[in-house]
C-alpha cells in the first residue's frame, strides 16, 4: 500500500517516497513540560507512533526524533507559582509525559535533545534568519517575516 501525505507546499496529496532509499527521519516538536500532560498534550505523539510504525511495518529504518521544550517563559512561570527551581518543575512533568506515552504504547524516540542543550545554536540560527531578512525582533523575541 502506498502512503500519500498532504504536502503543504503544494496544498495537494502526493506519494511519500524516502529521501533516502530505505530510510526516513520523522521529527516531532513533543513536549513542553510545564503541567500534567492531557489527551491534547500527547495527540501528537500517538499520531506520529503510528505513522513510524507504519513506515516501520513497510521494512523502512526510521530514526525518529521528538524534542522537549524544557526552557520557556511558561515553565519559568509555572516553576515561580510553586516556589520551585525550574529545572525541578520540568523533571517532574517530564517524567509524567514519558509515564503518559508508556500507558499509550508509545515507542520512545530514537533520540530526544532538549532545548536547554541547544540554546546557543537556536540564538547563532536566529541571528542569521534576521541577517538576511527572514525573521524580525519585537518585543524581545523573534518571529519569522511571512513576507520574506
Not at 520523522?26 to 513506515?55: E, K, M, N
Not at 509555572?78 to 508509545?106: C, G, I, M
Not at 532545548?115 to 519569522?144: C, D, K, N, P, W
Request: aromatic letters at 12%; proline letters at 5%.
Amino acid at each position: 500500500m502506498t502512503l500519500r501525505i498532504f504536502d503543504t507546499a503544494t496544498r495537494s496529496q502526493r506519494e511519500f517516497v524516502p529521501v533516502r532509499p530505505g530510510h526516513a527521519s520523522i521529527y516531532l516538536c513533543g513536549a513542553t513540560p510545564q503541567s500534567q500532560p492531557h489527551i491534547g498534550h500527547v495527540r501528537s505523539g500517538v499520531a506520529f507512533d503510528i505513522l513510524r510504525r507504519w513506515l516501520l511495518a513497510s521494512g523502512l529504518d526510521v530514526a525518529f526524533v521528538r524534542n522537549v521544550t524544557d526552557i520557556d517563559d511558561k515553565i519559568l512561570t509555572k516553576a515561580a507559582e510553586h516556589d520551585r527551581p525550574w529545572w525541578e518543575w520540568v523533571s517532574t512533568h517530564e517524567r509524567a509525559f514519558t509515564w503518559a506515552y508508556d500507558q499509550l504504547n508509545v515507542l520512545p524516540p530514537s533520540v530526544e535533545p532538549r532545548a536547554t542543550g541547544h540554546v546557543t545554536q537556536m540564538v547563532t540560527y536566529m541571528q542569521r534568519l534576521i541577517e538576511r531578512g527572514f525573521a524580525y525582533e519585537a518585543a524581545g523575541s523573534v518571529y519569522f517575516d511571512v513576507a520574506a
